[in-house]
């Protein structure tokens, strides 16, 4: 079992639609949670990042963190274009360990 | 500040050589660490150095080393290359009281 688990996608939505991106850990000692983007060609950046269980917005973003089912995802509101790229969960137990990505599309 | 920046961005080398890339980190930030990405194994976490020690290690022979400099610079070593690690290395680095880490652009390296 890899230790955190994204579903690869690709996902596909309308512009204007809702994007959820799921993360699953395997680490219940894992303290921090993070969202980065990546386009294709560079780095990743940063998102967001949730400690407590709940959720936290940032503008269009919303990260839910739910520690007893070691689950994290992302949603994207209001999905742009601009916004296809590949996320990556990232989980910061004794390192930081990073999800394999899901690629997201969104389709004018 | 300036962002992270790596030397060079990209690196031809041939099978059995070594190479030498180079990390300076966000101005304050003392926390180093290498990731190597690949599409079949996505981001893998190699070492990390903080205060010119190596804080923790990820699963990777020993061929893969690094070091951290006073200036908190850093630089990753791979010898005898292998076709295997034609990849792109992503260093972040992040202040010591934070966790948030910052990547720099990436050197991407093929291996022929």
Known sequence: QKEVEQNSGPL??????????????????SQ????YRQYSG????LIMFIYSNGDKEDGRFTAQLNK????????????????????????????MRFGAGTRLTVKP | ?????????????????????SCSPISGHRSVSWYQQTPGQGLQFLFEYFSETQRNKGNFPGRFSGRQFSNSRSEMNVSTLELGDSALYLC???????????FGPGTRLLVL
């Open chain 2, 92 to 102: 972040a680095t992040r202040d010591s009281e934070a966790e948030t880490q910052y």
């Open chain 1, 12 to 29: 596909s939505v309308p512009e204007g639609a809702i994007a959820s991106l799921n993360c699953t850990y395997s680490d219940r000692g």
């Open chain 1, 42 to 45: 560079k780095s990743p950046e």
């Open chain 1, 68 to 95: 007893a089912s070691q689950y994290v995802s992302l949603l994207i509101r209001d999905s742009q274009p601009s916004d296809s790229a590949t996320y990556l969960c990232a989980v910061n137990g004794n390192d």
């Open chain 2, 1 to 21: 500040k300036a962002g992270v920046t790596q030397t060079p961005r990209y690196l031809i080398k041939t099978r059995g050589q070594q190479v030498t890339l």
């Open chain 1, 32 to 35: 921090s949670f993070f969202w």
